[in-house]
C-alpha cells in the first residue's frame, strides 16, 4: 500500500521559515516527478512547487518563486520543501503528491498527480 508522509508543518511568525517533508513508504518513487500543492480555507487547491524524477528540474509558482526550494532525495525516497520569507498568504494546507507515470514531466495541475498525503498545516501570523 503507498503512503505519502508529509511533516514540519507548524505555527510561524510572518518572515519565518519552515520545512516541511514527504515521506514515500510502500513503493520507490525515483522514477516518477513529485510536488506540492496547498489549500487555503474557503480556496482550491493550487500548485506550490514540483520537480523532475531526477531532481535536475524544478518548477514554481510565481506567488513563491525565490522564496520556496523544493528538493528530492531518491535514495531515501523522500520530498523536502523547504519556506523562507513566510507571508501571512501562505497560510495552508500542505500536501505532496506524486505523479503516477514514469518519467514525466512534472505537471501544475492536481490531476497530473495520482499519489497524496493527508496535509500538514502551516500557519503564518502577521
Known amino acids: 500500500q503507498v503512503q505519502l508522509v508529509e511533516s514540519g508543518g507548524g505555527l510561524v511568525q510572518a518572515g519565518g521559515s519552515l520545512r516541511l517533508s514527504c515521506a514515500a513508504l510502500?513503493?520507490?518513487?525515483?522514477?516518477?516527478?513529485m510536488g506540492w500543492f496547498r489549500q487555503a480555507p474557503g480556496k482550491e487547491r493550487e500548485f506550490v512547487a514540483a520537480i523532475t524524477w531526477s531532481g535536475s528540474g524544478t518548477y514554481y509558482a510565481d506567488s513563491v518563486k525565490g522564496r520556496f526550494t523544493i528538493a528530492r532525495d531518491n535514495a531515501k525516497n523522500t520530498v523536502t520543501l523547504q519556506m523562507n520569507s513566510l507571508e501571512p498568504e501562505d497560510t495552508a494546507v500542505y500536501y505532496c503528491a506524486v505523479d503516477g507515470i514514469r518519467f514525466r514531466a512534472p505537471g501544475r495541475t492536481s490531476n497530473t498527480y495520482d499519489y497524496w498525503g493527508q496535509g500538514t498545516q502551516v500557519t503564518v501570523s502577521s
Open positions: 510502500g513503493r520507490t518513487f525515483s522514477q516518477f516527478a
